[in-house]
């Protein structure tokens, strides 16, 4: 049976800004005429609106108030509109609504970071204007949160899961739109003032040149560094001798990881200059004299650091400040955005060299070796290394000599002790730490070998081989450890001998428990897999005869050169730079030693900036690349390849 009265329109509700006009409209149809009468409800209190008799109600809006619809006909029928809510926002930023707003979503409230307390409750708030009124979606980390559909998330206990990025869409039939991302932070770190969503560090010690004069401390000061750093839980990778197409491959693969909140530390030992306030590091590769495209701005590196909403940039440079040709015109560099989140921290002042200390077997720039000294205290980043200039201009050794010198916009107190809180899922790992796993190796007589690996660096690894106890048949048993002649040009592997990266790794490790030990360098131009092989020579009881018994593993590349492979690298198209023989070894410069007698003595040397041998009469001012992006520079030099230029 027909009902009397049927409503064919029912009004909607809106959520506009104060003074807008608009109608709300009801339609019905019935078996005689109708009539309608509109009714508004504020504060629990309904009453009728009079004269409102009509299919439209024109509103202006000024107060959030319900309204519904009585519709009548001759028979005294009667049926109720649905309630409809007319929202009106108070204050609205200035040229919202747009002026030819149609009614598509407008936000006009952003949810605001949070951070929580375990069992707390979370609460998230956004509002957007929109007619009809909007809808609205949350999300976490990208992720439907399908109980999540008012303006309001309400979240009564938090979990630690809970954490992570949150936003919201509002969505009408003329279209959506979403809010700002933001972070919530559930955890034991809401009662902390500040805090790191990850620290990340890239630390570049370049020790072995071909062209200028090696030096000697970066092996140990980037070792030591990364120690430290890992203590105050930073992700680290070390990597020692880079040539230019490798350093910006790094630099680009460390500014992927980084993001926002997170602690950033770039460190540079090696060869370098200043001019105009522009810093250079020198590559490995770099030719003498410097062309122009030979050097790597470090000032372009802190501005693709910025763009990724760090909360801390820490730039030490552990290099010579010596001016290079200053008469050479230099092109300009945008100035840095003025975030407050910035600190340099040279080793020595502008137009001045930095010195290295040599002590026994170890080596150590002057700057570390303070540096290591105060970098786990419990304090603001700029008092950390005003501690350490001070300690530097005490030292008698380079007294008007090398002064350090910070330079920093940080506005915040921000310690690189300051805890981790992670967005969401936990970040990327980076660090030192990825080693193949431990393997035993078995031969046909029954020995057996163990087979372990060791990154002393991030592109340096040691691989390590101790027999265990052989059978009874077995004596005099020797393992050796090589290459197959056939895969000779696979990867840069030695024996190890003793150098100073030697003494690092004895300081850690304890060599003489070990049968035999190889240095496996420069993983980052390791092409293929490499093929290892363990010989075991030993005496067979019975026979008394000298018996020789091989086996071979394989080390995949990706495992080796992980940092610089296609997979971890955004630029599809960049070819890797080919494979060549290197390896870290002695270093036998050095600028400051001590005497038997314990006493430091000041000796002239390549801990100059710029040594030559060849001076040139000729502009080589290294001047910044034209390139604005360092993955643009990454691809073109990779598609060079090792000893080209620039295209």
Known sequence: MQEAIAITEQPVSVSVPVGYSFSLRCRAEGRTSLQYQWFCQHQS?????????????????????????????????????????????????RGLPPRLWRGEPVIVLNPT????????????????????????????????????????LWITHAKVSDSGTYLCCASNSHGEHWTNAVDVHIGTCRSEKFFATGKIALLVGNNHYQHHPNLIAPVTDVFELSLLLEQLGFQVVSLLDLNKAEMATAVSRFLQLLGKGVYAIFYYAGHGYEHLGRNYMVPVDAPQPYAPENCISVQRILQKMQQQQTALNLILLDTCRKWYNPECALSQV?????????????ATSEDAEAYELQDGEFSSGIFMKYLKKHILQEKKVTHMLEDVLEDIGRDPLVTGKQVMEIKHTLKEARSLTDPICPLGAAP??????????????????GAQAELCFHRLFSNMMYVCAKLQPPPAHVADARL??????????????????????????????????????????????????????LDLHYTQLSTKQRTCESQRTILQKSLLGQFFSQSNYRQPNCPRTPARASSVCRRDASVL????????????????????????????????????DLSELCSALLRAGPGQDCP
């Open 45 to 93: 209190v309904c009453c009728q609106i009079p004269g409102a008799t009509k299919q439209d109600l024109p509103i202006t809006a000024q107060q959030t108030q319900l309204y519904t619809c009585r519709i009548n006909d001759l028979y005294r029928n009667a049926v109720f509109s649905d309630w409809v809510k007319v929202e009106v926002h108070q204050c609205v930023a």
């Open 113 to 152: 970071e949070q951070r929580v307390e375990v069992g707390k409750p979370l609460q998230l708030q956004c509002a957007a204007m929109g007619v009809p009124a909007p809808t609205y979606q949350w999300y976490r980390n990208g992720n439907l949160l399908e109980q999540q559909k008012k303006k309001k």
């Open 334 to 346: 945008p100035p840095l955005e003025p975030w407050g989140n910035t600190v340099y921290g040279y």
């Open 428 to 445: 990327e790992h980076w660090g030192r730490g990825h080693e193949p796993l431990s393997k035993t190796v078995t031969f046909p007589c």
């Open 480 to 533: 050796l450890l090589c290459q197959p002649t056939e895969k000779v040009d696979v990867a840069v592997l030695k024996e190890s001998r003793p150098d100073q990266v030697e003494s690092l790794f004895a300081s850690v490790y304890k060599r003489e428990e070990l049968d035999c030990v190889f240095q496996l360098c420069g993983l980052q131009k390791i092409q293929t897999d490499v093929v290892l092989q």
């Open 593 to 628: 030693s001590t005497d038997p007698k314990g006493q430091g003595s000041l000796r002239t040397g390549s801990g100059h900036s710029l040594p030559s041998s060849n001076p040139s009469n000729s502009s080589t001012e290294p001047e910044e690349n034209d390139e604005s």
